[in-house]
Structure formats: C-alpha cells, structure tokens
C-alpha cells in the first residue's frame, strides 16, 4: 500500500484499501477558520449534536481578515470565538495566532500517521509530516466537528521522483510550481501526491510544507513525504501527543510515477492567472511591479524570511515598489526578530505585518489596485485574488520575491548587485 | 421533476475566487453571496440569470479554495444544476453537500452553446439540447453519493443515520 492508503486503513478499521474505495475515516484533528467556521457552525447547530464529538480535536484559527478588517469579518469572527469557547476548543487568538496551517505543525498538534480534515484547501500542508491531512467544505467539517468521523474516497497516489541536487536558489517553492507547469492544475485530480528523491531528501521541513502546501494546486487530495531524520527532529519537544510513522510500500502501486532532474529546474515563475503558467526566471522578460509580498502559509516560515533577508540585507527595496513582509505565525515574528531579520527588512524599506493571511487572498493590508502588478509567494494567481480584477499576480519563491522588490521587476537573486 | 432553463457557458479552470470573490467572505448568507455570484469574470451574469438556468463549463470547475460559499452562491443566484467536463474535488463534495447537482459529460459540453435552452431530467442523468434536439447522458454517481443526494444533503443524511443507531 502507498503511504495514504496506509494511513486512511489504519482509520476506517481495515487491514487493507485500495484507490475508490468510499471509506469513513476518524479524524484526529478537524479545523477551520473564520472564514469557513461561520457555516459550519450553523451546519453543526442543524445537525442538533449538543457536543463535539472531542474538544481537543477540534481547532479555530481567526486568521483570514484577522486582525478584524471590518465590522462583517469582526462578527464573523465572534460567531467563531464564542463557539470556540463554548465547547472548549482549540483556539489562538491574535497575540499567539499564526496561519491556521503554519501554527498546527509549529505548535506540535499536526503529526506522522493522523488524519486531518480542514475547511480550507490547503489543509494538504500538513502532508510534509506523513499526515493524511485534506481540504474540505464547512458542511463536511460540521459533520466531522459532530461525529468524528467523515466520508472519503480513497485516492490514487502519484509518485514525483525529483533527482539531483538543485541549485542555490532554487527551493520547495520552485520544485512544486515547475511540477504544476508540468502536470497542469489539474494534473493530480482526486489523486494524493507522494514526494520522493535525493532533492526531496535533502528538503528541510519548511521547504516540504511549501511543497505539500501546494498539492491543491495541482487539483491533489493530498502531499505527502515519508517520515524521515529531518521529520523526528522536528517533531522532538513539539509534538503534543504519541503518533505512528507509516510507509509505502516497496511494492505499493502507484497510478503514474514522473521523474524530474531537480539540478535543471531553476527558480520558477508563475504567470496569471493560473499556478500552472510558470517560466524559469530566465524566461521572465521585464515585468514591472508594484508590489512584493512575502508570506503565506506556502513561504512564510522562518527559512523564507531567512532567504528573503539574505537578499535584502544591506539593499534598499524600488522607492516604486511596496514590498510587504508577514511572518506566518508570532511564534516566526518572534525568531526572526531574535536573528535580526526583521531589522534588515525594515533598514531595507519593508514594511511588515502581524501574521495574517490578509493580501494573499485580496482580504486587507497589500490589496491591489486595477493594473497593478504584485510578485508574491502565496499559492495562486487567479482572477481578482489579490485585489482589483484587473490586476496581476506572479507567483515566486521568497528570494526571487526580496530580488524583485530591490529592482522593481520581476529578477532573481542573482541579478542583485 | 426536470430541470429547464439558458445557458451559461465557461471555459476551463473557473476557479472559486471567480465565482464568489474572497472580498466578499465577510458574509456568508447564500442570498447576500449570490449578489456577486461570477462577478470578477461574467460582470453581468446577476442581472442576466433567470431561475432554472444552467452553468456549462468546460474542465476542473470549481478549482481553488474550499468555500462552500461558491456552490452556495451559484444556487441562490437561481442556478438549477451545473453541467461540466470535471469537477475539482473540494467543489465537488461542497456542491453535493449544499444541494447543488452537478452532471459530468463532455459530450454534452462539447455540444451545447450559450445561450442555448437545455433541459436536465436528474432522475436519470438525462440533458436535452431544446436548441438542437440532441440528447446526452451524464455519468452516473456512486451508489454512496447517491445516498447523501437523495437524503438531501450530508446534513439531513447524517441526521437520518443518527436517527436510527440511536
Ligand atoms: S495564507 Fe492564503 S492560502 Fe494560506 S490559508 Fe491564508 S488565504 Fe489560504
């Protein structure tokens, strides 16, 4: 069996499933936001379960259009607090919050071997850890909120072989987008990808959460990597509870299995409006911009802003362009400030943010105006997701993104003198 | 009992940010949504919707984002049912929670237009080019799926089965 099919039977009470099997798996972490929290509360209150079914699987992160942006999102939010604490969930407030998917691995409550269902898409994150972890909509998090358990039907994995040893700039980030280009936004449909080769082995874990991050994008269920050294260390002092390690199978069957020479992927580029229109930054020609945004729950972790800072020391960001740092969690802010990063970005003419998803799905604090141009290392680039219609999003790894913002077009690091 | 109504035809990849755009998450009641339903792409789709219509797109519709305020504000907006090539997972699952049928064909895709009148029988997957007279199959669902949609709804599905263990 694959590393999915593994994790979904040891969830349903079978020895053994295979791809379009419906099962009902138990759910050892169910999540949403205050975005999706909203209906799934009125769902769970039609439901009539008077509990949930386990408080200390249950998670709301207030992170979308939070801090409140307006009176709307601040009573949406509410509805999601009062319920939070209602039933004694697991809840961050602003002071200690992050994004929903950089603060449950940081905060040890992702792990090896669960399954996690989340009202948001890019629940897939937590596939860095060899967690089963999938998006779904508020009604299906209802029911999982009421009974602990949620239809499924088993997926087909696909198997990414990434060879070689790639280049200075080139990061998770650059990996997954070149397979997007590849393989298409729908290239994985109903299917859970699985990460393998010298290039995956040599990722660090922020590197792989932007990769699983980004499963979504390629239509996926899920993206998942095998448990490894990097994994256990770290998950040690972090991890909140006991967890199982699951692996493929040598003899797992695969629906297609696609090989890759990582040392010739450079960094990519994604034009709009679609995550699969990428080019390598050789390719990009002169594209102007107004505005960097460095962030995310794709690359919005502790080694992005390291990367970004590493451009950035010492340079001054295009009096032209607004280049707009957020850490993805307090717990990030906090580090990066300790390291000197946050006085580098600020030195060099960023502006940065409390932890918000906030721009990266055109909520508040970076919204873009008609024509205007924005490189970002969020996830997609679709019509009108930053902002104004008709204005653009590039998608980028966070060194090409700090490169940008010094020369006011799109460039990779290397063209900064 | 059949479903009858125009036509309104997409291409591939219609994400969730181009049927209900993220600046407007700050609602989620379907009739406030359906106001903007399409409107980053089709700026005139609300006022030219009439009750019954039918969304016809090409691949992947859907695509993006888990919220359930998409197919939410598609229904409201008076859409009867969305014909497609291929569904994307998350919209798919949202859609057959909330009530909002969804036929796969291509064939049927392939050979209907804008503005076309259409009738689908759900019943049995039937679609009617009233436009052209051709007649098209959509694939069949799942026995489970079927389940959840005659219950209407994974709600009132659960409910039922609740219900009974109690
Ligand atoms: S950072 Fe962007 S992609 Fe990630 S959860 Fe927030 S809105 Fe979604």
């Given at each position: 069996?694959?590393?999915?099919?593994?994790?979904?039977?040891?969830?349903?009470?079978?020895?053994?499933?295979?791809?379009?099997?419906?099962?009902?798996?138990?759910?050892?972490?169910?999540?949403?936001?205050?975005?999706?929290?909203?209906?799934?509360?009125?769902?769970?209150?039609?439901?009539?379960?008077?509990?949930?079914?386990?408080?200390?699987?249950?998670?709301?992160?207030?992170?979308?259009?939070?801090?409140?942006?307006?009176?709307?999102?601040?009573?949406?939010?509410?509805?999601?607090?009062?319920?939070?604490?209602?039933?004694?969930?697991?809840?961050?407030?602003?002071?200690?919050?992050?994004?929903?998917?950089?603060?449950?691995?940081?905060?040890?409550?992702?792990?090896?071997?669960?399954?996690?269902?989340?009202?948001?898409?890019?629940?897939?994150?937590?596939?860095?850890?060899?967690?089963?972890?999938?998006?779904?909509?508020?009604?299906?998090?209802?029911?999982?909120?009421?009974?602990?358990?949620?239809?499924?039907?088993?997926?087909?994995?696909?198997?990414?072989?990434?060879?070689?040893?790639?280049?200075?700039?080139?990061?998770?980030?650059?990996?997954?987008?070149?397979?997007?280009?590849?393989?298409?936004?729908?290239?994985?449909?109903?299917?859970?990808?699985?990460?393998?080769?010298?290039?995956?082995?040599?990722?660090?874990?922020?590197?792989?959460?932007?990769?699983?991050?980004?499963?979504?994008?390629?239509?996926?269920?899920?993206?998942?990597?095998?448990?490894?050294?990097?994994?256990?260390?770290?998950?040690?002092?972090?991890?909140?509870?006991?967890?199982?390690?699951?692996?493929?199978?040598?003899?797992?069957?695969?629906?297609?299995?696609?090989?890759?020479?990582?040392?010739?992927?450079?960094?990519?580029?994604?034009?709009?409006?679609?995550?699969?229109?990428?080019?390598?930054?050789?390719?990009?020609?002169?594209?102007?911009?107004?505005?960097?945004?460095?962030?995310?729950?794709?690359?919005?972790?502790?080694?992005?802003?390291?990367?970004?800072?590493?451009?950035?020391?010492?340079?001054?960001?295009?009096?032209?362009?607004?280049?707009?740092?957020?850490?993805?969690?307090?717990?990030?802010?906090?580090?990066?400030?300790?390291?000197?990063?946050?006085?580098?970005?600020?030195?060099?003419?960023?502006?940065?943010?409390?932890?918000?998803?906030?721009?990266?799905?055109?909520?508040?604090?970076?919204?873009?105006?008609?024509?205007?141009?924005?490189?970002?290392?969020?996830?997609?680039?679709?019509?009108?997701?930053?902002?104004?219609?008709?204005?653009?999003?590039?998608?980028?790894?966070?060194?090409?993104?700090?490169?940008?913002?010094i020369l006011g077009r799109i460039a990779g690091p290397e063209e900064v003198k | 009992m059949p479903h009858k109504g125009k036509i309104h035809k997409y291409g591939d990849n219609i994400d969730t940010d181009a049927i209900i755009a993220a600046r407007y998450l700050n609602m989620h009641e379907p009739r406030e949504l359906a106001a903007h339903c399409m409107e980053d792409i089709d700026a005139d789709f609300v006022q030219r919707v009439k009750?019954?219509?039918?969304?016809?797109?090409?691949?992947?519709?859907?695509?993006?984002?888990?919220?359930?305020?998409?197919?939410?504000?598609?229904?409201?907006?008076?859409?009867?049912?969305?014909?497609?090539?291929?569904?994307?997972?998350?919209?798919?699952?949202?859609?057959?929670?909330?009530?909002?049928?969804?036929?796969?064909?291509?064939?049927?895709?392939?050979?209907?237009?804008?503005?076309?009148?259409?009738?689908?029988?759900?019943?049995?997957?039937?679609?009617?080019?009233?436009?052209?007279?051709?007649?098209?199959?959509?694939?069949?669902?799942?026995?489970?799926?079927?389940?959840?949609?005659?219950?209407?709804?994974?709600?009132?599905?659960i409910r039922k089965k609740s219900v009974g263990a109690r």
């Open positions: 069996m694959t590393l999915a099919e593994k994790i979904l039977a040891a969830h349903c009470g079978k020895d053994k499933v295979s791809a379009g099997d419906f099962i009902s798996a138990k759910c050892d972490l169910v999540l949403s936001n205050d975005i999706t929290a909203p209906i799934a509360i009125r769902e769970f209150e039609r439901l009539g379960f008077p509990h949930v079914f386990d408080p200390n699987k249950i998670v709301m992160v207030p992170d979308h259009f939070c801090p409140n942006k307006d009176i709307q999102s601040a009573t949406q939010a509410a509805m999601m607090r009062e319920f939070a604490g209602k039933h004694g969930l697991i809840y961050f407030e602003v002071g200690e919050m992050g994004i929903e998917h950089v603060i449950l691995p940081e905060k040890g409550l992702a792990l090896p071997g669960q399954v996690i269902v989340g009202a948001d898409s890019h629940t897939c994150t937590y596939g860095a850890l060899g967690t089963f972890a999938t998006g779904m909509g508020s009604t299906d998090i209802a029911v999982a909120m009421a009974t602990g358990e949620i239809w499924m039907k088993v997926p087909p994995t696909i198997k990414f072989v990434y060879h070689g040893k790639p280049g200075k700039w080139t990061g998770g980030k650059d990996l997954i987008l070149y397979t997007i280009g590849d393989i298409g936004v729908d290239g994985a449909l109903y299917s859970a990808m699985e990460f393998h080769g010298e290039a995956i082995n040599n990722l660090g874990m922020d590197g792989r959460f932007t990769m699983s991050n980004m499963a979504i994008e390629a239509g996926g269920k899920a993206g998942l990597f095998q448990v490894d050294g990097a994994t256990l260390r770290y998950l040690k002092g972090r991890a909140r509870g006991k967890y199982t390690v699951y692996a493929s199978d040598v003899d797992a069957e695969y629906a297609r299995v696609i090989e890759y020479d990582a040392a010739k992927i450079e960094p990519q580029v994604a034009f709009p409006h679609l995550p699969s229109n990428t080019r390598p930054i050789s390719l990009v020609g002169n594209v102007a911009i107004d505005q960097s945004v460095i962030g995310s729950c794709t690359n919005g972790r502790l080694d992005d802003l390291r990367l970004a800072a590493r451009v950035l020391k010492g340079r001054k960001v295009d009096p032209h362009v607004r280049c707009i740092i957020l850490p993805g969690s307090q717990q990030i802010y906090l580090e990066a400030l300790k390291e000197g990063l946050i006085e580098i970005f600020i030195r060099a003419g960023a502006a940065v943010s409390t932890p918000t998803c906030g721009p990266c799905l055109g909520g508040h604090m970076g919204i873009l105006a008609a024509g205007e141009r924005c490189v970002s290392t969020t996830n997609r680039n679709f019509v009108g997701r930053m902002g104004h219609p008709r204005s653009e999003v590039y998608l980028a790894n966070p060194a090409v993104a700090a490169a940008s913002a | 009750p019954g219509d039918i969304i016809v797109a090409e691949s992947n519709f859907g695509c993006g984002s888990s919220r359930e305020h998409a197919p939410s504000a598609i229904k409201a907006s008076g859409i009867s049912c969305v014909i497609g090539k291929s569904f994307a997972r998350i919209f798919f699952r949202n859609a057959i929670n909330t009530g909002l049928p969804l036929l796969e064909s291509a064939e049927a895709v392939e050979n209907i237009k804008q503005g076309d009148t259409v009738e689908v029988d759900l019943a049995t997957g039937t679609i009617t080019n009233l436009s052209s007279g051709k007649t098209f199959k959509a694939k069949p669902y799942p026995d489970f799926m079927m389940e959840i949609i005659n219950a209407g709804g994974l709600i009132e599905h």
